[in-house]
């Protein structure tokens, strides 16, 4: 009977530690996918700050154009306001000369009347009495006096007036012209800088001018011209999220009737798809255009680039990588290593696009390309998503099946643990109605023992909880 009861116990033990581990599994399992939750929305909110990081300084930047704009029509203005008070103060400066010439002429005739008059007195006061020449002559020379005084009084006013109304005049063209200077000595200062900053962006430019020949010179080359168009489809890749050692391939062969198709890269989609890309643009034509000396040479070599394109494009279009790759859409991209091989074609040929859409040749640059990649991308991070879901379901599912399996199995112990119990009972009943009043008559017998038969012996009273189905683990029922 013990035996059987350590293994009940055992059972027990056994069942709350599969339990107990099925919970802490599950708590496990509800804690990692809070955090992956928790990640995402902490790179949702660090987007949206970067967002309106790019937002606000794109404002700022706006705010300073326009008071940039603002100061250059103050300046204007402050030009156009000095350059007016100069010429009133001009003007100002003509009628003060034009009033002193006038007072100084003035001054003449009166002088000249002065000299005459008092010749006549004199020539008057010789055929007069010599009584009334002396007083004659007093008042002659009282009303001359009076009348250069009056005139010196007027003089002094009309000239207070000019001094009056030229000073607010040379006072504003004093603050212009300082105003002016100090413009002038920001204006020498920023002439100074831009004379530096020319100086060594023509020194940059001859450097860049010698590296660019040398760049030239080693893009003629096949190998280093498909080397440089690789490796800008790699670094659009990378940009975009789509590495390589999970998302796209380079330098796939495929062996056909015609020979070996060799594509630069083939883009592959989350639904099996793939998208075929090659970047074996004409880059010696581009160059040839570009090193043109003439205008009319300069037209002819753009003519040969553009030729070289489409004569690329029709090529593309006849290989149809699409019956190559069964997973691939009907179309293959044509990718120009950059912008300006992309508006150089379009330029001289803008017939480019259609041609290429009939022909199921998308022309693409890096920017374009990137933003291809971009939507690849985010297509494959909602796949993960759903890959991510369609795991935790299919785990679930599998515990919830194990968990089942285990509350069967808890069950049943229960339910041997109850009849073990009940057994337990009806033995300790029969012991105390049967077996014990037959050992008590030994006492009352006189037969003497070491060790005396307790009183009773108590029943178990603790009974095995049932499993109730449908009921959730952690429920209350």
């Known amino acids: 009977m013990s035996i059987d009861l350590v293994i009940i116990f055992a059972a027990g033990f056994t069942a709350g530690g599969i339990l107990l581990w099925v919970i802490a599994r599950l708590a496990?399992?509800?804690?990692?996918?809070?955090?992956?939750?928790?990640?995402?929305?902490?790179?949702?909110?660090?987007?949206?700050?970067?967002?309106?990081?790019?937002r606000y300084a794109e404002g700022q930047m706006d705010q300073l154009r326009r008071q940039l704009d603002l100061s250059e029509g103050e300046i204007a203005g402050l030009r156009k306001a000095l350059d007016d008070e100069r010429v009133q103060a001009v003007e100002a400066q003509a009628?003060?000369?034009?009033?002193?010439?006038?007072?100084?002429r003035q001054r003449g005739v009166i002088e000249t009347m002065r000299t005459e008059m008092a010749d006549t007195f004199r020539a008057q006061a010789s055929a007069a009495l010599e009584s009334s020449n002396r007083s004659f002559l007093e008042l002659a020379t009282e009303n001359l006096g009076r009348i250069l005084e009056q005139t010196k009084g007027k003089l002094g006013e009309h000239q207070a007036g000019l001094e009056g109304t030229i000073r607010p005049l040379q006072e504003t063209?004093?603050?212009?012209?300082?105003?002016?200077?100090?413009?002038e000595r920001v204006r020498a200062e920023q002439a100074g800088d831009l004379s530096r900053q020319i100086q060594a962006l023509g020194a940059m430019n001859e450097a860049l001018q010698r590296e660019t020949a040398g760049l030239s010179t080693a893009l003629r080359k096949p190998?280093?011209?498909?080397?440089?168009?690789?490796?800008?489809?790699?670094?659009?890749?990378?940009?975009a999220g789509m590495a390589p050692w999970c998302d796209f391939d380079e330098q796939v062969t495929v062996d056909t009737e015609a020979?070996?198709?060799?594509?630069?890269?083939?883009?592959?989609?989350?639904?099996?798809?793939?998208?075929?890309?090659?970047?074996k643009a004409p880059v010696d034509a581009f160059l040839n255009a570009l090193q043109a000396s003439g205008e009319e040479d300069r037209k002819k070599a753009f003519a040969g680039y553009v030729a070289a394109v489409r004569a690329h494009m029709n090529g593309l279009g006849s290989k149809a990588y699409w019956d190559q790759f069964e997973e691939s859409p009907e179309l293959v991209v044509m990718y120009l290593p950059g912008e300006t091989f992309f508006s150089a074609a379009i330029e001289n040929d803008p017939g480019l696009i259609e041609d290429g859409s009939l022909r199921k040749v998308i022309l693409a640059t890096p920017t374009t390309l990137i933003a291809l990649l971009k939507a690849v991308a985010y297509g494959w991070q909602q796949e993960q998503v759903?890959?991510?879901?369609?795991?935790?379901?299919?785990?679930?599912?599998?515990?919830?099946?194990?968990?089942?399996?285990?509350?069967?199995?808890?069950?049943?112990?229960?339910?041997?643990?109850?009849k073990a119990v009940e057994a337990h009972n009806d033995a300790v009943?029969?012991?105390?109605?049967?077996?014990?009043?037959s050992f008590r008559r030994f006492r009352d017998l006189g037969v003497s023992t070491s060790r005396e038969l307790p009183e009773a012996m108590d029943e178990v009273r603790v009974t095995a909880r049932e499993t109730i189905a449908g009921t959730e683990p952690g429920e209350k029922t």
Request: aromatic letters at 4%; glycine letters at 8%; proline letters at 2%.
């Open 259 to 279: 020979g070996k198709l060799r594509p630069d890269m083939i883009v592959r989609l989350p639904n099996g798809r793939v998208i075929v890309v090659d970047a």
């Open 28 to 54: 496990a399992q509800k804690e990692i996918f809070n955090q992956v939750n928790e990640i995402r929305r902490s790179l949702s909110a660090r987007v949206t700050e970067l967002e309106g990081r790019a």
């Open 173 to 183: 063209l004093k603050r212009y012209e300082e105003q002016l200077r100090e413009m």
């Open 429 to 437: 009943r029969s012991i105390e109605t049967r077996l014990m009043p």
């Open 223 to 239: 190998q280093v011209s498909g080397s440089w168009g690789q490796m800008s489809l790699r670094r659009a890749a990378e940009l």
């Open 95 to 104: 009628r003060l000369d034009e009033s002193a010439r006038s007072i100084e």
């Open 386 to 418: 759903a890959t991510g879901a369609r795991e935790i379901n299919r785990l679930g599912r599998e515990i919830y099946e194990r968990f089942s399996v285990v509350a069967d199995h808890i069950g049943r112990a229960g339910t041997n643990l109850s």
